[in-house]
């Protein structure tokens, strides 16, 4: 049997040598390690939380919250140093990267420009990612179609399941070109509409993904883009089940984010999938632990998923008698954030080579 003394000076142990040793992470990697054992599964903090149960009842709450406020303010502190860090690298490499143009003769500029015109390029972050998923998904057994960009209203509407007027259609503020009649061909809002051409061929059964680039009328933010890239996937098949779908995630998660990450799924809504989920991930930066990015919650949403719904199937010429099949659909920019902590997905777009020589 523990008591709440025992607790307290058990937390002030704690809390002395998580600073102690914080103070010596002098990089990013070393901070994450230290953040892992001091605030992961098998920290001391975690041990002492377990141990409550050993605990008078009367004492078990002042105990909990103890251990709760310790926990929160190494948390703050993490991420106090962590920012510091990163700034501190941003600052570094803005010296070593500056190049004055005005202080090299000509023949040296010259030098410079052949040397910089000779040194390979990469593909870009979105592109990579983009490539990864890819790569992950065939290996699963899937195969990539493409889709226009340009699409009607029946396409990214209204074969799945939204009809004109449908209050469901302001989940996406779209852009129309002015094009046949008013409000009938527009810039495809997800990737969606890519699963209705796939489904009208008839060709099934289907196991495919769908990447690519959509549009909203979103204004750009730190988690928002107009112009943006999404991968949708799309099963059809005889006695296809949700059990199904919740598999294919989970293999797909710890096949893309690597062994010990998971996927779990919350109820939401989609028009075109009943019942519908969101998915999310185990948190790639803290692998679960609980950091900012995730907002101590160890989970991040990563996009939706659900059963195709039977009237997609009818819109679609499939009879949902004998197939059912489920979709999934989620951001690659959103995903290449995560995993890089980039605070502001607009750097996605700058063109700023500091930032995209770092991937
Ligand atoms: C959809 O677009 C659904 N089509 C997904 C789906 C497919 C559900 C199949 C069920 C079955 P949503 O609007 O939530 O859902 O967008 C999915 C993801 O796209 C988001 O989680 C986010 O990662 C990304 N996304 C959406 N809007 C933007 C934006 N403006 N900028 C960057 N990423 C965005």
């Given at each position: 049997m523990t008591d709440i003394q025992t607790i307290r000076s058990a937390l002030e142990d704690v809390r002395f040598d998580a600073e102690r040793r914080l103070g010596g992470a002098s990089d990013l990697d070393a901070l994450g390690e230290v953040e892992r054992s001091i605030l992961g599964k098998r920290s001391v903090l975690a041990g002492l939380g377990a141990s409550l149960k050993d605990l008078d009842p009367s004492e078990r709450a002042e105990a909990g919250r103890a251990i709760q406020q310790a926990r929160q303010a190494l948390v703050e502190l993490v991420g106090e140093l962590r920012r510091d860090l990163e700034k501190r690298d941003a600052e570094r490499r803005l010296v070593e990267e500056r190049l004055d143009l005005t202080e090299i003769s000509c023949a040296a500029r010259r030098l410079a420009l052949h040397a910089s015109s000779r040194s390979a390029g990469h593909l870009h972050l979105v592109t990579q990612t983009r490539d990864e998923l890819e790569d992950t998904f065939i290996s699963m057994g899937f195969d990539v179609v493409e889709g226009p960009e340009v699409e009607t209203d029946w396409y990214n509407f209204e074969a799945l399941?939204?009809?004109?007027?449908?209050?469901?259609?302001?989940m996406w503020d779209t852009l129309y070109l002015r094009l046949g009649a008013p409000e009938t061909v527009l810039l495809r809002t997800h990737t969606s509409p890519v699963q209705v051409r796939l489904m009208s061929k008839g060709e099934l059964p289907i196991y495919s993904v769908m990447p690519g680039r959509c549009y909203r009328r979103d204004t750009p933010d730190a988690r928002h883009l107009p112009v943006f890239h999404q991968i949708e996937g799309l099963v059809v098949d005889e006695g296809i089940t949700f059990g199904d779908m919740a598999g294919v995630i989970e293999v797909f998660t710890e096949a893309f984010f690597g062994k010990g990450m998971h996927s779990r799924l919350r109820p939401s809504f989609f028009p075109f999938t009943e019942p519908s989920a969101e998915f999310e991930v185990t948190c790639p930066i803290c692998a679960g632990v609980g950091c900012r990015t995730c907002s101590g919650s160890g989970w991040i949403e990563l996009g939706g998923c659900g059963m195709v719904d039977p009237n997609v199937f009818v819109a679609t010429g499939i009879d949902p008698e004998r197939y059912s099949g489920f979709a999934f659909g989620f951001g690659i920019d959103r995903l290449a954030q995560v995993r890089t902590s980039l605070p502001d997905m607009r750097a996605l777009l700058d063109n700023d080579v500091r930032f995209v020589s770092q991937f």
């Open positions: 399941n939204m009809p004109p007027d449908h209050p469901a259609r302001g």
